[in-house]
């Protein structure tokens, strides 16, 4: 048995559901990673970019190709977001990253790249049936993640309202895609994810000065 067949294998079954290793570690990772970022530090990045790799084999498991491809995602833009962090690491008054509400113009920007984005995805899934069984909420997820770890790394307080939408979907379709403990993560994510958006709200209001500005790649 390889290593790759083991951690593909069952962890154990709770209320009829299979959990398999990979899904387990790779999502509790991705737990680690979300309340590093609630703590804006910059450890969140390398804790998304383990996590993504493992999370490959657990969606390869599953034969969501469209989750492979997400996760595929979710490693690059770990390792922009790690370079925009390490370069506005101490434009906070306490030596931390500082938060922002994004302008309008970004949010339009973050909502059209969304919309368009899912649209395109979404049609390339329901074309090529063998990358996603359910195409349209798997592209939602999909384009949602990377645009929440864009906000994310630009240090704006939407990347938890983003996490909170991609979330109301992600969780029913873990369930019924066989990945459980991806839908039990999710249901935590949620409360992370209002906990982080209370501490970076309450932030964006004492930041001096505006974090990243012009610092996209």
Do not use: C
């Not at 069952?10 to 979300?34: P, R, S, Y």
């Not at 630009?154 to 895609?177: I, K, Q, T, Y």
């Amino acid at each position: 048995m390889t290593a790759l067949t083991w951690l593909n294998g069952e962890a154990f079954t709770a209320f009829g559901q299979h959990v398999i290793w990979t899904d387990m570690i790779g999502n509790t990772v991705g737990l680690i990673a979300l309340a590093l970022g609630w703590r804006r530090s910059i450890w969140t990045w390398p804790a998304q970019f383990l996590s993504g790799v493992i999370l490959v084999a657990a969606y390869a498991s599953a034969q969501l190709a469209g989750g492979v491809g997400k996760q595929v995602l979710v490693i690059g833009v770990a390792l922009w977001g790690w370079r925009q962090w390490q370069r506005g690491r101490q434009q906070a008054q306490d030596g931390t990253i500082a938060v922002r509400f994004a302008s309008w113009r970004e949010r339009g920007a973050l909502i059209a790249g969304t919309a368009v984005g899912t649209l395109a995805v979404g049609f390339l899934f329901t074309q090529i049936p063998q990358l996603s069984w359910n195409p349209w909420p798997d592209a939602y997820i999909f384009v949602g993640t990377l645009a929440a770890m864009v906000a994310q790394a630009r240090g704006l307080v939407e990347f938890w309202f983003a996490w909170l939408l991609v979330d109301v979907v992600g969780v029913p379709l873990a369930f019924s895609s066989g990945l459980a403990f991806s839908g039990l993560v999710y249901v935590v994510y949620f409360g992370l994810v209002l906990w982080g958006l209370r501490d970076w709200w309450l932030r964006s209001r004492t930041s001096t000065q505006p974090v990243l500005e012009g610092a996209a790649a």
